[in-house]
């Protein structure tokens, strides 16, 4: 069965640094999305992502944000400058014709 | 405001019993809603999804609606050990954006 990837399963990096966590959605699906979960919080909509651009992102996702389909087959969240605070799950999913939005089992951050 | 609403629990049910878990909703113009199961550390797989007012069933799942009341429940009947996770409401506003509950943690006695 078709399933969405991410790498990496864990990263660790130092206050200040760029992050970029990729993501691989279900081959024939058109619509993405980026969400994170602090520990012990609740899953936060960060962004989503149709025809190349992003069509929807919340006020979590400010400037330090971006988001890129680099090629037919990736889809990448770059943290500019990560912040302690920007420790976190953070989950891809993706959606194809049905309603069903397709997590991927997601990146660990931690931000030192 | 986009708010969805569930009680954290933790709810504890005995194996075999019926538990049900509640969701309300803020924004009356929602489209879809969705009930997502979450084992410790896991991603977030989802069980149902409902669109129309009154209930729909699953096996052993059935999630009802209530638009005027905004209102989403989720009934487990037989509920086992494995039921065991967070239940997560979700509900779509647009095409593209998805707003989460903070779950309720179940857990089922054996």
């Known amino acids: 069965e078709p399933e969405v990837t991410q790498t990496p399963s864990h990263q660790v990096t130092q206050m200040g640094q760029e992050v970029i966590l990729r993501c691989v959605p279900i081959?024939?699906?058109?619509?993405f999305y980026w969400y994170r979960q602090i520990l012990g919080q609740k899953v936060e909509f960060l962004v989503s992502?149709?025809?190349?651009?992003?069509?929807?992102k919340s006020e979590i996702f400010d400037d330090q944000f971006s988001v890129e389909r680099p090629d037919g087959s990736n889809f990448t969240l770059k943290i500019r400058s990560t912040k302690l605070e920007d420790s976190a799950m953070y989950f891809c999913a993706s959606k194809g014709p049905t309603d069903t939005q397709y997590f991927g089992p997601g990146t660990r951050l931690t931000v030192l | 405001q986009k708010e969805v609403e569930q009680n954290s629990g933790p709810l504890s049910v005995p194996e075999g019993a019926i538990a049900s878990l509640n969701c309300t909703y803020s924004d009356r113009g929602s489209q879809s809603f969705f009930w997502y199961r979450q084992y410790s550390g896991k991603s977030p797989e989802l069980i149902m999804s409902?669109?129309?007012?009154g209930d729909k069933e699953d096996g052993r799942f059935t999630a009802q609606l209530n638009k005027a009341s905004q209102y989403v429940s989720l009934l487990i009947r037989d509920s086992q050990p494995s039921d065991s996770a967070t239940y997560l409401c979700?509900?779509?506003?647009?095409?593209?954006?998805?707003?989460f509950g903070a779950g309720t943690r179940l857990t089922v006695k054996p």
């Open positions: 979700a509900v779509r506003y647009n095409n593209n954006d998805m707003r």
């Open positions: 081959s024939n699906h058109l619509y």
């Open positions: 409902i669109y129309s007012n």
């Open positions: 992502f149709y025809n190349n651009e992003i069509s929807e």
